[in-house]
């Protein structure tokens, strides 16, 4: 492996975190549990789709040639209903009554809606003038696709729609991206989880609840949530602990060059090598990320909670999203509606509300935050923008990459 890498581009480092996730293993699940999974294989079509010429309307069926011959007026023979197997029309001047979703009967072709027709005594009259066609109101077998095609690619993330395709494939089970177990752990001797007694010098640990949402709300929900002290030797055994059992910990806070910053020792105390330290970005430039001999990796995030929060979402997520064998999905530009001055030479993550204009557009309102403390700042945002190193000025209108929270 390279050494390690310092104070590198955004890009360098998402590459970096790309090139070095592990993949995670698939599993097989049943349907119901396979919502929001990564498929790791590709679900083909069990039969022709549809598997046999399906009727799309209530109505009467008879034989075109017996209409072509001037026939409007048909014996009611029997009832195709859905579910049935198929009638065989026994006479020309006879019609089946069919049911939407029921096979088109055996010597039939011809369908008229069952408001276009007048029924008595057992025979049905079609509405005079009526233009009756062939193999209309027919969805023909296989016209969707085919028995065998690929209808989802292994890659794909399993929503709403996937879930109705899903049974098209015929199986009760699935290969889906097994459900990672993580870890996401704040360190920092100052600080009170809610609901404990807090001294003055003392802050609630806010990360974590941040993070563990983002992941949440992205489907994750194997989360294990800990704080723990600036205590060499209590990280160690607790990081290792944690390291051992998830398939990915994240750490906040404690990566910087502060005495009591202990992570990056304590990793490397546990076999997990630096891959990079220190990202040209504003807010996070102290990101740590790192890999051990097994592959495992594990990130830690700098201690402010707009810094780690950032973090996770465009390095964390997308890293995670690689470990589960997912499609990677284009990032979304969006315009921002106002200008944004950033002096620093280094990428800008801007936290922006978004905007939906009158002409479809998304903008990207910017929220000036006071420092990478400032969480309180992004209330009611929806992520923040990419803004990159080496330009200090984006006029209004600027297109930028997008992530949302
Ligand atoms: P560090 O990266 O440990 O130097 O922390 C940077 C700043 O973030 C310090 O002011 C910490 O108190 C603060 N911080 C670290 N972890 C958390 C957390 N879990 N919740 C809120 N603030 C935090
Ligand atoms: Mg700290």
């Not at 017996?66 to 029997?78: E, F, L, S």
């Not at 209590?234 to 944690?242: H, M, P, Y």
């Not at 997912?326 to 509606?337: C, D, H, S």
């Amino acid at each position: 492996m390279a050494g390690l890498r310092q104070r590198i581009d955004v890009a360098e480092a998402a590459a970096l975190v790309a090139d070095t996730m592990p993949r995670w293993p698939a599993v097989r699940v049943p349907l119901a549990a396979a919502l929001d999974g990564v498929l790791r294989e590709p679900v083909r079509a069990e039969r022709d789709q549809p598997p046999f010429d399906r009727i799309t309307m209530d109505g009467i069926a008879f034989a075109g040639a017996a209409w072509a011959a001037g026939r409007r007026r048909y014996r009611i023979a029997g009832t195709q209903a859905a579910g049935a197997p198929a009638l065989q029309l026994a006479a020309p001047e006879d019609c089946l009554e069919v049911m939407t979703g029921c096979v088109l009967p055996l010597g039939t072709d011809t369908i008229v809606p069952v408001e276009r027709i007048r029924r008595e005594d057992g025979w049905a009259s079609v509405e005079a003038g009526y233009p009756a066609a062939p193999r209309q109101f027919v969805h023909p077998r296989g016209s969707d696709h085919r028995q065998g095609a690929e209808l989802l690619a292994a890659g794909t993330r399993i929503g709403v729609p996937e879930m109705a395709i899903l049974t098209i494939g015929g199986s009760a089970e699935v290969a889906v991206a097994r459900p990672p177990r993580i870890a996401v752990v704040s360190t920092g001797d100052e600080l009170v989880d809610v609901g404990l007694p807090i001294a003055d010098f003392q802050i609630r640990s806010s990360n974590d609840r941040a993070l563990e949402a983002a992941l949440r709300r992205r489907g994750f929900h194997g989360v294990e949530r800990r704080t723990l002290a600036d205590d060499p030797a209590l990280l160690q055994a607790e990081i290792g602990r944690l390291h051992r059992d998830c398939d990915l910990v994240i750490l906040s806070g404690g990566v910087s060059m502060g005495q009591f910053d202990h992570v990056p020792a304590t990793l490397a105390q546990l076999g997990v090598a630096a891959i990079f330290h220190k990202v040209l970005q504003r807010p996070g430039l102290p990101l740590w990320f790192g890999r051990d001999g097994a592959g495992k990796a594990v990130f830690a995030l700098p201690g402010n909670p707009v810094s780690s929060l950032v973090c996770l979402v465009r390095y964390v997520v997308p890293g995670i999203e690689v470990a589960l064998g997912a499609t990677p999905r284009a990032v979304p530009r969006v315009r921002l509606a106002e200008a944004v001055e950033f002096k620093a030479d280094l990428t800008c993550f801007q936290p922006v509300t978004l905007d939906w204009s009158p002409t479809g557009e998304a903008t990207a309102r910017p929220r000036a935050t006071n420092t990478s403390g400032d969480f309180v700042a992004l209330g009611g945002t929806d992520g923040f923008v990419e803004l990159p190193r080496g330009q200090d000025l984006f006029p209004a209108g600027y297109a930028a990459s997008f992530y949302a929270w």
